[in-house]
């Protein structure tokens, strides 16, 4: 069941509006946006027809919801290395002995359809109106399932989150042996059989709920796919107009694999298999050398930056001025927990000005307000998203400002002091999906219940799958001495 849309005009106010004009935000001071249906239909100040109702919103932001090109959709484990590492250590490739035994999932798949929609919420909870969900494969038999997705389908109408799903699948990975060398196995077959499904999926679910949900393909990462499966992917989303994602320039690691196997940089390689389009998302491109930019840019794919997981090991992209400044198209993701893209931009705006190293002038507030709205909106190739003015789509975040200390500037402000938590109140396809910080349909403290008992569960199961299989204390540090009472 979608949440119901109110019938007539709706007439928004706040101290401040972000509204656009021919191809730019602008700020409108005490402004008003009526919204009507699944569209705004005004944006500016005297709105000379009748409404249904008024909403003000006092000392607070409206802006255009937040599109997340690589959205947060399970209980996110990079957070559990965050202080516990090598990966290949600490249970993020899988041990030789584990594939032996034959992964498993390590939930069930009500605990999973329950992390989607747990997701979800969380993701409307942080003003996110667009999201193109990422999960981790570490703790998967394999890929993600069609089940998985038919329920993550369900979970995003029933919030009414707008969504381009699609099962996550590969034809390999890697392996950790007992040395602890890193190796890689493939099997074809089960990645092209995941492309099908995928694919089924698609036909299937794309354009539901009002065109609500739309679908995707979603190649895992460069080094855990054969060529054929890129190929077959990138032909499969051209037939079938699709964004198709892959994580992409991620890691040394990554490089390294892919430089082994085909002589080629990452871009290079997909260069060559003609995996680059207008089509073509590709978290995280930070790990890119010589014409990799180039070549993604001129094959008319997308980045997809992700400051804040990035930041977490120590990672930064080299930058993200520069890469405007050539002509990539870039548009922002959160990737990890919390799936804050206020946090995201703010990490982002001060990574940029350490990274291109002549203070303020690196980057500005709106360079990735710009990213987080209208740069993922044309990444999908949708001018109708990420910008508020009559004709476009009604999905806006509220943003409360009146805990904060303000800046002449709403936008410099957003940078400086909330957080998403600070989101009140959002609306999608024009539907009223929170406020107040509520989402009506969904029990915010019975749910972080439930999934903490699932995270605390996998947890528990981690010295399965890694090296050596030490217990759950060693694979996870302690940050200072630890007492617990006997018994
Ligand atoms: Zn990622």
Redesign the pocket.
């Known amino acids: 069941m979608i949440p119901p849309r109110e019938s007539g005009p709706t007439l928004l106010t706040a101290r401040w509006l972000i509204g656009h004009d021919k191809g730019r935000h602008q700020i409108l001071e005490r402004g008003q946006i009526v919204i009507d249906g699944d569209r705004v239909v005004f944006v500016g100040y005297d709105f000379p027809g009748e409404v249904a109702r008024r909403m003000d919103f006092g000392e607070a932001v409206i802006a255009p919801g937040f599109v997340d090109l690589?959205a947060l959709s399970d209980l996110d484990t990079t957070i559990l290395g965050f202080d516990n590492g090598p990966a290949a250590k600490k249970g993020r490739v899988w041990p030789r002995s584990y594939i032996e035994r034959g992964p498993y999932e390590m939930y069930s798949a009500e605990e999973l359809a329950f992390q989607k929609r747990f997701a979800f919420a969380q993701l409307i909870r942080n003003g996110i109106t667009t999201a193109l969900p990422?999960a981790s494969l570490f703790y998967r038999e394999w890929g993600e399932t069609v089940a998985e997705f038919e329920a993550a389908a369900s979970a995003a109408e029933a919030l009414g989150l707008r969504v381009y799903l699609g099962p996550a699948f590969r034809s390999g990975g890697q392996v950790v042996e007992a040395d602890g060398s890193i190796g890689t196995v493939f099997d074809e077959p089960r990645g092209l059989q995941g492309l099908d499904d995928a694919i089924a999926f698609c036909r299937r679910h794309e354009g539901r709920a009002g065109g609500l949900v739309r679908t995707m393909l979603a190649p895992d990462r460069i080094e855990t796919c054969t060529p054929e499966l890129l190929r077959r992917s990138a032909a499969a989303a051209a037939e079938l107009d699709v964004p198709i994602r892959l994580?992409c320039c991620?890691s040394t690691t990554e490089l390294a694999i892919v430089r082994r196997l085909h002589e080629r940089t990452p871009p290079e390689w997909l260069r060559d298999l003609d995996f680059l389009s207008e089509r073509a998302l590709l978290?995280?491109a930070a790990h890119v050398s010589g014409d990799d930019l180039a070549i993604i840019r001129d094959g008319g794919a997308a980045v997809v930056h992700?400051p804040l997981?990035a930041a977490r090991h120590g990672g930064a992209v080299r930058s993200f001025t520069s890469y405007k400044a050539m002509g990539q198209r870039i548009g922002l993701?959160t990737?990890t927990w919390p799936p804050d893209m206020i946090l995201n931009m703010q990490l982002g705006v001060m990574l940029c000005r350490v990274v291109e190293d002549r203070g303020i002038e690196g980057c500005r507030s709106e360079d990735y307000f710009d990213a987080a709205t209208i740069g993922g909106a044309d990444a999908l190739r949708r001018p109708d998203l990420g910008r508020l003015e009559p004709g476009a789509k009604a999905d806006i975040a509220v943003i409360d400002l009146s805990r904060t200390l303000q800046t002449p500037d709403p936008i410099q402000s957003l940078m400086t002091g909330p957080t998403g938590r600070d989101v009140t109140t959002v609306f999608i396809d024009g539907r009223m999906v929170m406020h107040e910080g509520r989402i009506p349909v969904f029990d915010e403290s019975r749910a972080f219940a439930r999934a903490q008992a699932q995270f605390d569960g996998v947890i528990a199961r981690y010295p399965e799958r890694t090296l050596g299989h030490p217990p759950v204390e060693q694979i996870f540090s302690s940050s200072y001495p630890r007492l617990a009472r006997d018994g």
């Open positions: 690589d990422i994580h991620q978290p995280h992700c997981v993701g990737d």
